[in-house]
């Protein structure tokens, strides 16, 4: 099955600064990848994705980046917030739907003022 | 946008209890919904997918016969959790899938929050 792998553990920026997460995934098969948040105690928040047809996306101060060849994608967040501290779930799946997302062991990213 | 329902928030209950969660997708039809369990600073792991009229999908090392999912009908998921042991102490958090739509991300419901005592 897939197994996603997920780096660092956590990430401790101020404010201002950009922050990089990173996963790997070991399943070819797996064409869509999105990046969730989760604050505690609360529902993951989906807040980026991407499928296996495009190299980045970008969505204000969020970006993802993909490289299907070596199997890894990649959160980019820039000019973080105090507010953007939380868990970040990387994860992977054969179909964004109707199949299984098999997750990252997450990020637990802290942003100080 | 779409919305999952997930019912009750939070449960507080004795040893040997067994405990129904529910998880209603309330503006589409989802014909599959999956069950995640969330230890505390850990990743969501997944438990089964539950599929509408079928049986669910279990994954490896999760009782079938401890952790019951029924899913009669296109809004609605249960998960029982039958005599519920404090090892069973988790969030339990289920998606859905709306059927009209199989390329659009899952919806997530708020999550249950299970204490045994």
């Known amino acids: 099955g897939e197994n996603v792998e997920q780096h660092p553990s956590t990430l401790s920026v101020q404010e201002g600064d950009s922050a990089v997460i990173k996963c790997t995934y070991s399943?070819?098969?797996?064409?869509?990848f999105p990046w969730y948040k989760q604050e505690l105690g609360k529902r993951p928040q989906l807040i980026i994705d991407?499928?296996?047809?495009?190299g980045e996306k970008k969505d204000q101060r969020i970006a993802v980046t993909l490289n299907k060849t070596a199997k890894h994608f990649s959160l980019h967040i820039t000019e973080t917030q105090p507010e953007d501290s939380a868990v970040y779930f990387c994860a992977a799946s054969k179909n964004s739907g109707y199949s299984t997302l098999t997750f990252g062991k997450g990020t637990m990213l802290l942003v100080s003022p | 946008g779409a919305v999952v329902s997930q019912h009750p928030s939070r449960v507080i209950c004795k040893s040997g209890t067994s405990v129904k969660i529910e998880c209603r997708s309330l503006?589409?039809?989802?014909?599959?919904m999956f069950w995640y369990r969330q230890f505390p600073k850990q990743s969501l792991m997944l438990m089964a997918t539950s599929n509408e009229g079928s049986k669910a999908t279990y994954e490896q090392g999760v009782e079938k016969d401890k952790f019951l999912i029924n899913h009669a009908s296109l809004t609605l998921s249960t998960l029982t959790v039958t005599s519920a042991h404090p090892e069973d102490s988790s969030f339990y958090i289920c998606s859905a899938s709306d059927r009209g739509y199989s390329n659009q991300p899952q919806h997530f419901g708020d999550g249950t929050r299970l204490s045994i005592l």
């Open positions: 399943d070819s098969a797996s064409n869509y």
């Open positions: 503006d589409f039809q989802a014909t599959t």
């Open positions: 991407i499928r296996s047809n495009v």
